[in-house]
C-alpha cells in the first residue's frame, strides 16, 4: 500500500500543480515540487529498496526536476502566455523519470520505460507540432525501438531462471544477486539498445536531430536526463548478467569513435545549441567507454566515477540547454555570429552562462574539474600498473580537456564577445519562477561539488581537491557579484553615452 501511494503521489502531485499553474502559479509550485521529492523521501525513511547505483539516479533527475519545472513555467509565460500543455507534458516526463530510476521491480522499470518513450514524442512535437513528426519517428525508430528491445530482453532472460511472472515482480536487488552468464548474442542484444541511447555509432543520427529540434526546455530532459535511461539501465544489465568479454570491447570501440565525432563536430559549428548538442556524444562515448573498461578490468572505482560523470553530466546539460532557452528569449537565435551582447542584455543570464561555463570546460570548482580530474588520474594508474586498456580512455579524456575548453569558449562569446550590440538593447524579459529555477541549478552544481568529492574514499587526491574546490568557491560568487553591478554599470553608460 506504501508503494502504490508513492507512486500515485510522485505523479498526482506533479500533474495537478501543471494543470493550475494558469490559475494558482504559487500552489502549482509547491504541488510539483513535492511531487519530485516523495521518491527521495520515501528512500530515506527507508520503504523502498534499490540498487547501489539508484540513489545518485535519484539525486540527478529530482535536482533537474525542480529547477526545469521552474525554468519551464517561466519561459513559457513569456513566450505564450499560458503554459498549461507544455508544463503537464514537461512533469509529467520528470516524474515518470524519477520514479523509473527509483524502480523496485523489473514490472515498474519496464512499464515506466515505455511510457517515457511515448511522452518523448509529445516532448519533440511540443512546440513545432506537425514540423517535428519527422524528428519524432527517426527517434522511435532509431533510439526508442531498440532500446525497448533491450529492456525486454532482460525480462525474457531473467524469466529462465526465475519464472515468466516471478521475474517480474522479484525485487531488482534480489535479481541482481546472483548474475547470470550469457552469450555474445544474447549481451549484444541486452546492450545494444542502451547503447543507442545513449547515442552511441552507428545509431547516433537520432540524438543530433532530436536535441536540436525539441524545444529547448526540451532538450534540457532529454540531454539531462532521457540520455541517463541508457547508463542506468546498462548498471542494472551488468548486476545481473555476466557478459561476454567480447562486447566491452565492441563498446570500446564505440565509445572511442562517438567521442572523437562528437568533440570534433563541436569545433566546426557556428550554432551555439549544435554546440551544446555534439558535446553529448562526446560525453556519452566517454561513458560507454568507462563501461566497457570496467566489464573488462573490474575495477570497482571505475563504476563510481561513472555514477559521478552521469550526475555531473546530467545537471550540467540541463543548464546547458536552459542556457540556450535563455538566448531565445533575449535575442530569437543561437546563432553565434549574431550574438556576443547577450551579458549586456542581462547579469543574470551572465552569471548562469558563466557557471555553466565553468561546469561543461572542467574548471574548479564545479563538479566538471573534479571528474576530469580523477578520471585522469584513475586512468593513469591503471596503465602505469599494466592495465593498457585504460591508454585509449585516458587518452580521449585528455583529448576531451582541451576541446572542451575550445568549445566552451564559443559558448561563452555569445554573452562576452567584442561583436557589437543592438542599436537599442531589448529588455531582460526573464522572470522570477524561471531565475530561481536557473540559479538553482547553476549554483546547485556547486554544492554537488562537494557531495560527489563524499563519495569517495579520503585520501591525499580528494583533500587536494576539496582545498581547490572551497578556495576557488567564494571567488566564483564574487565573480557573479561583480557580474551583476558592473554589467549593469557598463549597459546604462552604453546606453547614455556618459558615465553614470
Given at each position: 500500500m506504501l ?7 510522485a ?5 495537478t500543480g ?5 490559475s494558482?502559479p504559487?500552489?502549482?509550485k509547491?504541488l510539483?515540487i513535492l511531487?519530485f521529492?516523495?521518491?527521495?523521501l ?5 520503504m523502498?529498496?534499490?540498487?547501489w547505483?539508484?540513489p545518485?539516479?535519484?539525486l ?7 529547477g526545469l519545472?521552474?525554468?519551464?513555467e517561466?519561459?513559457y509565460k ?6 498549461m500543455?507544455?508544463?503537464?507534458v514537461m ?14 521491480t523489473?514490472i ?13 514524442v ?6 513545432k507540432?506537425?514540423?517535428?513528426y519527422?524528428v ?10 531498440p532500446g ?6 532482460i ?8 519464472g515468466?511472472?516471478e521475474?517480474?515482480l522479484?525485487?531488482?536487488t534480489?535479481l ?23 547515442g ?5 543520427s ?7 529540434h525539441a524545444?529547448s526546455?526540451?532538450s ?7 540520455l541517463?535511461?541508457?547508463a542506468?539501465s ?6 545481473m ?5 567480447a ?13 572523437v ?5 563541436t569545433?566546426?559549428q ?7 548538442v555534439y ?8 561513458v560507454t ?13 571505475i ?6 560523470y552521469v550526475?555531473?553530466h ?7 540547454f ?8 533575449l535575442?530569437n ?8 551582447f ?7 543570464a551572465?552569471n548562469?552562462?558563466f ?15 573534479i ?8 586512468t ?18 585528455s ?8 568549445y ?5 562569446a ?10 537599442k538593447?531589448p ?12 540559479y538553482?541549478?547553476?549554483l546547485f552544481?556547486?554544492?554537488?561539488s562537494y ?8 585520501d591525499f587526491w580528494?583533500?587536494?581537491?576539496l582545498?581547490?574546490i572551497?578556495l ?9 557579484v561583480?557580474n551583476?553591478?558592473e ?9 547614455s553615452?556618459v558615465e553614470?
Amino acid at each position: 500500500m506504501l508503494v502504490k501511494t508513492y507512486v500515485i503521489l510522485a505523479i498526482l502531485l506533479p500533474v495537478t500543480g501543471a494543470l493550475i499553474v494558469d490559475s494558482y502559479p504559487r500552489l502549482s509550485k509547491v504541488l510539483r515540487i513535492l511531487g519530485f521529492l516523495i521518491p527521495g523521501l520515501f528512500f530515506l525513511a527507508g520503504m523502498i529498496e534499490l540498487l547501489w547505483f539508484q540513489p545518485y539516479f535519484m539525486l540527478l533527475s529530482t535536482i533537474a526536476a525542480v529547477g526545469l519545472t521552474l525554468h519551464t513555467e517561466g519561459y513559457y509565460k513569456v513566450i505564450y502566455g499560458k503554459v498549461m500543455y507544455q508544463q503537464l507534458v514537461m512533469d509529467t516526463m520528470l516524474s515518470l523519470i524519477i520514479l523509473l530510476f527509483s524502480s523496485e521491480t523489473l514490472i515498474e522499470a519496464i512499464t515506466l520505460w515505455i511510457v517515457l518513450e511515448l511522452v518523448s514524442v509529445l516532448l519533440i512535437l511540443m512546440e513545432k507540432g506537425y514540423e517535428n513528426y519527422p524528428v519524432a519517428i527517426k527517434y522511435l525508430v532509431f533510439c526508442a525501438t531498440p532500446g525497448d528491445i533491450s529492456i525486454l530482453s532482460i525480462w525474457v532472460l531473467a524469466s529462465q531462471k526465475y519464472g515468466f511472472i516471478e521475474s517480474l515482480l522479484t525485487p531488482l536487488t534480489e535479481l541482481s544477486a546472483t548474475s547470470m552468464s550469457v552469450g555474445i548474442l544474447e549481451s549484444l542484444i541486452l546492450v545494444i539498445g542502451f547503447l543507442t541511447k545513449l547515442g552511441q555509432f552507428p545509431l547516433h543520427s537520432w540524438l543530433p536531430t532530436a536535441h536540436y529540434h525539441a524545444p529547448s526546455p526540451g532538450s534540457s530532459v532529454i540531454s539531462g536526463l532521457l540520455l541517463k535511461m541508457g547508463a542506468f539501465s546498462l548498471f542494472i544489465v551488468i548486476s545481473m548478467f555476466s557478459l561476454n568479454p567480447a562486447v566491452f570491447y565492441i563498446m570500446m570501440a564505440q565509445g572511442i569513435i562517438t567521442s572523437v565525432y562528437g568533440y570534433l563536430m563541436t569545433t566546426v559549428q557556428t550554432d551555439v545549441k549544435r554546440v551544446i548538442v555534439y558535446s553529448s556524444l562526446g560525453h556519452m562515448g566517454v561513458v560507454t567507454m568507462l563501461f566497457a573498461l570496467y566489464g573488462l578490468v573490474r575495477e570497482p572505482i571505475i563504476q563510481t566515477l561513472i555514477v559521478v560523470y552521469v550526475v555531473y553530466h546530467g545537471i550540467a546539460k540541463a543548464l546547458g540547454f536552459v542556457n540556450i532557452s535563455i538566448m531565445e528569449q533575449l535575442s530569437n537565435t543561437h546563432e553565434l555570429y549574431k550574438l556576443g551582447f547577450l551579458g549586456l542584455v542581462s547579469p543574470n543570464a551572465l552569471n548562469i552562462a558563466f557557471l555553466t561555463f565553468l561546469n561543461l570546460a572542467g574548471f574548479p570548482p564545479t563538479p566538471g574539474f573534479i571528474v576530469k580530474f580523477l578520471l585522469i588520474l584513475t586512468t593513469l594508474s591503471l596503465v602505469l600498473t599494466g592495465s593498457l586498456l585504460a591508454l585509449p580512455v585516458l587518452a580521449i579524456i585528455s583529448f576531451s580537456t582541451v576541446i572542451t575548453v575550445i568549445y566552451m569558449s564559443k559558448f561563452i562569446a555569445a554573452y562576452t564577445s567584442s561583436i557589437k550590440p543592438p542599436l537599442k538593447i531589448p529588455p531582460e524579459n526573464l522572470n522570477n519562477p524561471e531565475l530561481v529555477g536557473d540559479y538553482f541549478l547553476s549554483l546547485f552544481t556547486i554544492v554537488l561539488s562537494y557531495l560527489l568529492l563524499s563519495v569517495f574514499p579520503a585520501d591525499f587526491w580528494i583533500y587536494t581537491l576539496l582545498i581547490i574546490i572551497a578556495l576557488t568557491t567564494p571567488l566564483t560568487i564574487l565573480i557573479c557579484v561583480r557580474n551583476l553591478r558592473e554589467v549593469r554599470e557598463e549597459k546604462e553608460q552604453w546606453l547614455s553615452g556618459v558615465e553614470a
